[in-house]
């Protein structure tokens, strides 16, 4: 797929991958050999019927083709970009076994895009009075009398109000920040995820039917188990993403220059501040950053400590580079931009510059010893090989735990040893009768697609367990 | 939605504000906070609810102008709206039945302490509340405080109204008239909440402070808030606001106050400029 040039992109927030024209797109549609076993569609948690939809884009079909997607899978776009597909439908693919896999991401991107730059919009906006929005985008039967409060505007959530909304249920999203989206607003950043796509998915769901209510924190500004139980809602939907930073826990780490991940990808996408004095929300950045992790959430980090103008980032990894969990396609585009890997090396404490703020980081070589529980080879520190690295601003990006607010005011709610909630089946059901959890407030931080696929499972139970109640 | 039901100058740039938020009326307690924005390129700004009022469906805050972003509240009327308030956030301060609590406050520091205090009355303690300003005109809310409380005392840095020095100075006075104090609450500026458990600690008084680091969501979300507390990391937004005075870190505390203060300052002083001055001695 074309991109920006390194050199070109490492100084903007523009999209970095550009997507394909429609030319492109079809010759690579018509590479896929339709073949009979369809093991694409095994990696797809969203059970995306994937040779039928490249079958319309090979057609020149784009509007069905997207159309199609939507059957299985409301936030196309988005999907398009920020899915794993090389371990998922590609990996799978039959023509991939001698060659090069069929580009399913980015088709599915270019069908999506294509509906939202050719197709007239929806046009629905959201009605705050009792009744829910009549919406011609979706031609509905009768509507099921439930009501459906799903927490939490992430991709878990939106998928699941999308679902529940095209069976015919009256969906509430209720919505903690100001803004939509959860992670895929605060999270990933502007140019490996326009807000603008993220923008359309949403609006996309609103023109189901689905009301969304921002700045509302369900656990404390309304209690779930009131809500059920004076009748507002029938089932509820919990998908309040993993929000709970975790930090190294070594000392410094408090110092003025040191940020969480999401604190510092928040600042820079949900509140804008690379935008700032325009924007009210400031954020520093330093001449030389150390980013802690190797995920795609470092990743971004990184990526994004550049275009703000940093001269010099590290990232910083204790183990090696087959076990970053980030995707290799973010992996080559973080190299591409300049980051640099310090990988079997783990941070010893952040050294002050006597003025309360980052001076150096002291950092420990370690080597691969025997696998760890996760099945990864432990890594373990080699004596004597302490060093210190010239820094001014760290990034820890090493992996978030469970929000506990709505958890620790919601009463009877099981969650397990780690606070994450318990759930009993394989659709999501939770110890409270009638209410479902997805995502990564039940699976620890995972990836977009996964905590959508728990959105349509919980989706599909709730629709099961309604159906046995009437 | 969120609007600015009344707005009163209690003070040279601090504003007294009744906004409709019914949802976080109906579940606030005292300690609580919420987070508002004033337009669609605004801050998240945490302010904690200084009353409430379930029935009316609204939550009274008071803002003292010291950056771009309160500058902005204060340049709303009664009529507009927030774009967003958020809440109630934070865990309720804890407040038991212990027989006398002395609440500390340092400038508008009286505003969050109010609702504490009101509760510790109302559920039997014997409340003393000791409020302190730089000087008179800069004491607000006196006769709430009187209100909520059995015994007041003011006190201002120069004397012009009742005790003649620091919140410390009169807290002390009283320790050593004798009276039994079984916990004291202070609420203010960093370095005197600090000074304030400097001197409760000498004489073995439990002190819960509130505090006020600079947040992002405050909803756990971004660990910006995250203070030192008996040398472990905590998160002011979902932990507290309310620690234990004698165990808080309060030079870190400061130090990552003053973290974006070139920022503050840029946005401020372009504010001003845009605004043509400051409008500090206005009204």
């Known amino acids: 797929m074309p991109k920006q040039t390194p050199e070109e ?11 394909l024209d429609s030319e492109l797109a079809m010759r690579e549609a018509k590479r896929c050999i339709q073949c009979k076993t369809r093991p694409c569609t095994r990696g797809c948690p969203v059970e995306v019927e994937i040779p039928e939809f490249i079958a319309l884009v090979a057609e020149g079909k784009f509007a069905e083709a997207d159309a199609k997607i939507k059957e299985k899978n409301s936030l196309p776009a988005i999907c398009g970009r920020v899915c794993p597909q090389e371990s998922q439908c590609e990996s799978l693919c039959t023509l991939g076994k001698k060659f090069k896999p069929v580009a399913v991401g980015a088709l599915e991107r270019f069908a999506a895009d294509w509906a939202r730059e050719n197709q007239p919009e929806t046009g629905c906006e959201q009605d705050i009075s009792d009744d829910p929005p009549v919406c011609a985008a979706v ?43 959860g992670v895929l607003r605060y999270g990933i950043p502007e140019f490996r995820l326009p807000k603008a796509i993220v923008n359309q998915e949403v609006d996309y769901v609103r023109s189901l039917g689905v009301r969304i209510f921002t700045n509302v ?16 809602y029938q089932a509820a939907f919990i998908g309040t993403g993993a929000g709970l930073p975790y930090f190294l826990e070594i000392p410094g780490e408090n110092l003025n220059g040191v940020y969480s991940a999401n604190e510092f990808l928040t600042r820079v996408n949900l509140m804008k501040a690379y935008r700032f004095p325009e924007y009210d929300t ?15 959430v470092a990743m971004d980090a990184a990526r994004t400590s550049l275009r703000l103008g940093a001269e010099d980032v590290k990232i910083v990894y204790r183990r090696s580079r087959t076990e970053m969990p980030a995707r290799l396609e973010e992996i080559e585009n973080a190299e591409e931009e300049g980051v640099q890997m310090f990988l079997l090396t783990n941070p010893v404490r952040i050294i002050s510059d006597s003025k309360g703020g980052v001076g150096a980081m002291e950092c420990i070589k370690m080597e691969l010893g025997e696998p760890d529980a996760s099945g990864r080879r432990r890594p373990v520190p080699v004596a004597g090989s302490e060093f210190t690295m010239d820094v001014d601003t760290v990034i820890v990006a090493v992996g978030q735990g469970p929000n506990p607010l709505l958890a620790r005011a919601t009463q009877g709610l099981a969650l397990n040893r780690k606070g994450n909630i318990e759930v009993r089946d394989e659709y999501g059901a939770t110890s409270i009768p009638g209410v479902w959890a997805g995502g990564d407030i039940v699976t620890g931080a995972a990836t977009v697609i996964s905590a959508m696929g728990a959105g349509k499972r919980a989706a599909r139970g709730i629709d099961i367990w309604l159906r046995s109640q009437s | 939605m969120f609007r600015i039901m009344e707005k009163r100058l209690l003070a040279p740039a601090v504003h007294q504000l009744v906004v409709e938020a019914p949802l976080v009326a109906r579940r606030a307690r005292p300690g609580n906070f919420v987070i508002v924005r004033t337009n669609e390129a605004g801050e998240r700004i945490p302010l ?13 805050l008071v803002v003292q102008e010291v950056g771009k972003s309160t500058m902005d509240i204060g340049m709303m009327e009664a009529g507009d709206s927030f774009t967003d ?8 301060t804890p407040i038991k039945k212990v027989g006398t609590i002395v609440g500390v ?11 504490q205090i009101k509760l510790h009355k109302e559920i039997g303690n014997h409340v003393i509340t000791i409020v302190g300003a730089r000087t008179r005109d800069l004491l607000i809310l006196k006769d709430e405080t009187e209100q909520a409380s059995h015994e007041v005392i003011f006190a201002t840095d120069d004397g012009t109204f009742g005790y003649h020095g620091f919140v410390t100075g009169a807290l002390e006075e009283l320790i050593k008239q004798g009276r039994q104090i079984d916990e004291v609450t202070a609420i203010g500026p960093v370095r005197m909440m600090q000074a304030t458990c400097n001197l409760t600690r000498k004489y073995n008084i439990p002190t819960l402070v509130s505090l006020n680091a600079v947040m992002v969501d405050g909803t756990g979300m971004c660990g910006c808030c995250r203070v030192t507390v008996g040398g472990e990391t905590k998160f002011s937004c979902v932990d507290g606001p309310d620690f234990d005075g004698h165990k808080v870190d309060f030079d870190e505390l400061a130090s990552r106050q003053a973290f974006f203060r070139d920022e503050e300052n840029l946005a401020r002083e372009l504010a001003e400029q845009k605004r043509g001055g400051c409008r500090c001695h206005e009204k």
Not at chain 1, 166 to 174: A, E, Q, S
Not at chain 2, 85 to 92: E, N
Not at chain 2, 105 to 115: M, Y
């Open chain 1, 217 to 232: 924190l369900v656990g404390t500004t309304l209690d779930l188990n009131e809500m059920l139980a004076k009748g507002e």
């Open chain 2, 48 to 60: 904690t609810i200084a009353d409430y009022d379930p029935e009316q469906g609204t939550v009274m």
């Open chain 2, 85 to 92: 308030v958020a809440g109630p956030l934070g865990q309720a």
């Open chain 1, 9 to 19: 992109r490492r100084s903007n927030f523009c999209e970095v991958a550009l997507g």
């Open chain 2, 105 to 115: 406050a340092g400038g508008i520091g009286v505003a969050p302490l109010l609702p």
């Open chain 1, 139 to 181: 031609d509905r039967i009768e509507r099921p009398s439930a009501r459906i409060a799903v927490i939490g505007s992430g991709p878990a959530g939106l998928t699941c109000a999308a679902e529940l909304a095209l069976m015919g249920y009256r969906v509430d999203i209720y919505e903690s920040l100001h803004e939509t989206g």
């Open chain 1, 282 to 296: 400031p954020v520093r950045i330093g001449k030389r950053v150390a980013v802690v992790g190797a995920g795609n």
